[in-house]
Structures are given as C-alpha cells and as structure tokens.
C-alpha cells in the first residue's frame, strides 16, 4: 500500500515549494490583483450568457407548398370617402379577388379624423314606394320586385333589384356607369346623393386578406373594379369627379402575425402611391420549442403622378407583394452547463497564464537590470 502510494505521490503535476523559498514582489501583486479582477468580470459575463437564451439565426430554403398569407392592414384615407373606396387583390396565378368586402371593416371619418358614429351607413333619398319592374311597370302589391339590368342581364331570370346589383351586373359584362341617376335603383337608394353626403369626409379601412403564397398585389382605389379586354380597370365616371384625394396613412402591415406596427404618411393629394414589398418568410422558436411562423418584409416606395401630357395613371394605393425563397429562423436556445464549465476553465486557466507569463517577464527583467547597475554595466 505505502509503495502505491508513493508511485501516486511520483504523478504530482504540481510540486510544492517551501514558504521560506517565496519571493513576493510589488508587480507580483498588482498583476494578481489586476488578473483577479479580469477572472471576475469575465465570468460573470460567461455566467450572464449561461443564465440567459440564446438566440441562433439560420438561412433555409423555404420549401412550403399550397399554403395561404394573410396580410393584416389598417390604412386611413383622410379625404377619401367610404361610399367610394374599394380593395382587389390578385396574384400571377390569375386569381382575382374584386371589390372585397368579407372581413374588412370601414369606418367613415370626418374631416378631424374622428370617427363618425352618430351618421348611419345609408344616407341618401327616400326610397320610392312603388319600384320600377323589369318590364316597365311599376311594382304592384301583388308582384314580386325584379328590377332590370339595363341590358347587364346573364339571363332572361337574372333581376337587379339593388344599385348595387347593377354595378355588379355591369361590371361582369365589363361596362361603366355612366350616370346612375339613370336607373331607377341608384335613383331610389340616392346613389350620387349618398357621395354628395360624405363630401369631406374620410375613411379608415382595416381587416385582412387571405391569398395564395405566391406573388401578387392589392390596391385600395376609387370605384368599382371589372376587366375589360383582359385590362384591370374601375369606374370612376358614376362619381363624376375629375380627380381624388389618395392621402393616406398607412397605420398597420403585416404579413401574417402582428409583431409591431408600422407607420408612413403620404400627403400627396393625386396619383397612384406604389409599394414594392419583398417578403422573408420567418419562423421563431422559443426556447420552449414552440414555433411562430411569420413574415418580415422590405418596403420601396414609389409614386406616379397625373402630370399632363402622359397616360393618366389610376389613383389609388397599389402593395406589390413578392415572397423570397429563402426562410430565415430564430432559434432560441440555452448554453449547456458543460459549455459553461468549459469556458469558465479557459477563463480561469487563460488568465493564470498570461498572468504568470508577464509576471515572469518582469521580475526577470527588473533582476537582469538590477544586477547590471551592481557591476556599472547598466547605461
């Protein structure tokens, strides 16, 4: 046993020296004051990283297929009213979303911004009692009301017995209105009195859309959109203004979920605004694991106005959207305790020996010189 341990003993990396031997110096001990302090701030630093996440940032190819983006807006239109005001979308797969109205809300501002409660959405004239039928006559109380197309008709049973059954109707066979006071449905609902009403006024409109992950574009514009000869056009001739207030303030965009919110203001009254979007696909995951798919995205502005002597542009706001194939994800992760030890040991060690390195390197220097100035060969 006692030669066991005497071979043991032999292994001792670290040999003891006699206290009587030490040679302590004042540099000695500003190097192991100033190393002390080092060691100190840098583990805590190691263990501030340790005891928080830490956040990974990877680039993939996005290889999703069939899925939806949902767009989340808010835009106000100061000088815009909402009686006017309509949104498409449409994608390079030929989708066409016209006139959306499902989960989008309007709100009608004044001239201050504020919003108008008090005012209800169907102002006008007083509807007409006795409606004009299809065939001419008027509506007797013993008929069914089924208000003509003005020639918009698909088919002899199709009946139009709104104004804006009309404008529907038309904008499928892709004409314009010229004049709404001209039928008998725009007449009695107050069409051109209901865009009077709302002169001055504004509108803030918000919501969402849900459409194809590919590229593509939505516009908020005045009048109802149709195609005609393959063209993407609006009526603006049923308001019989010469020109519109696009200003706008755009309060919220975002693609998919909401992280933060957004602001640009365009003052500009007349022209058509243009947004040039590139969208990252982004997924974040928490240290829990769980994963939050969203989107960033990267704005260029550009706007084209109604200058004389060039193709009067339509006005409106227009997002042109693109998707980039290439996903960006956040991993949130924690430094494992090994890792820590690791790094404390290097600290630890590190500095020891750059320490004892310059403390080496002085306390010889200072002897060599001091004992050149006792032979007189220092100068």
């Known amino acids: 046993m006692e030669g066991l341990m005497s071979k043991v003993r032999n292994l001792d990396a670290y040999p003891k020296i006699n206290e009587d031997f030490y040679s302590r110096t004042l540099s000695g001990g500003v190097i192991t004051l100033a190393s002390s302090i080092v060691m100190f701030l840098l583990f805590f630093s190691e263990l501030r990283l340790y005891l928080h996440a830490v956040t990974e940032t990877k680039l993939v190819v996005d290889t999703s297929r069939g899925e939806t983006l949902r767009i989340n807006f808010d835009v106000a239109f100061p000088a815009l009213p909402c009686s006017i005001l309509s949104l498409d979308a449409m994608d390079i797969s030929g989708e066409q979303h016209l006139d959306v109205k499902h989960d989008i809300i309007k709100k009608r ?22 409606p004009l039928q299809r065939h001419g006559g008027r509506l007797e109380h013993n008929e069914t009301y089924c208000g003509s197309c003005y020639g918009a008709e ?16 038309y904008r499928k066979k892709g004409w314009a209105v010229t004049n709404p006071d001209l039928m008998d449905q725009c007449k009695r609902e107050g069409f051109l009195q209901k865009i009077k009403d709302e002169e001055g006024e504004g509108c803030n409109i918000y919501g969402f859309l849900e459409v194809n992950k590919v590229a593509g574009n939505f516009h908020f514009a005045p009048g109802k959109s149709f195609q005609q000869s393959g063209v993407h056009v609006h009526d603006l001739l049923a308001f019989q203004k010469d020109s519109f207030n696009i200003t706008h303030k755009i309060n919220r965009l975002a693609f998919w979920r909401i992280f933060s919110r957004v602001q640009w ?18 997924v974040y995951t928490d240290v829990s694991g769980h994963a939050i798919q969203s989107n960033q995205f990267s704005v260029t502005e550009h706007f084209r106005g109604t200058d ?69 060969k220092f100068s």
């Not at 698909?154 to 109707?169: F, G, H």
């Not at 605004?273 to 990252?280: E, L, N, S, T």
């Open 109 to 130: 501002l004044d001239s201050h911004g504020n919003v108008i409660e008090a005012r209800p959405d169907g102002i006008g004239a007083p509807k007409i009692e006795k």
């Open 154 to 169: 698909a088919s002899d049973e199709d009946c139009c017995n709104s104004c804006e059954d009309v404008r529907e109707a």
């Open 265 to 282: 203001t365009q003052e500009t009254p007349s022209g058509m605004y243009q947004y040039f979007i590139k969208v990252v696909p982004t």
């Open 308 to 376: 004389i002597g060039r193709l009067q542009s339509l006005p409106g706001v227009f997002f042109f959207y693109d998707l980039s194939p290439i996903k960006v994800t956040f991993t949130e992760e924690h430094v494992s305790f090994l890792h820590f030890l690791t790094n404390v040991c290097a600290i630890v060690g590190g500095v020891f020996t750059v320490s004892g390195i310059l403390d080496s390197f002085i306390y010889h220097g200072q002897k060599a010189i001091k004992k050149k100035m006792e032979i007189g």
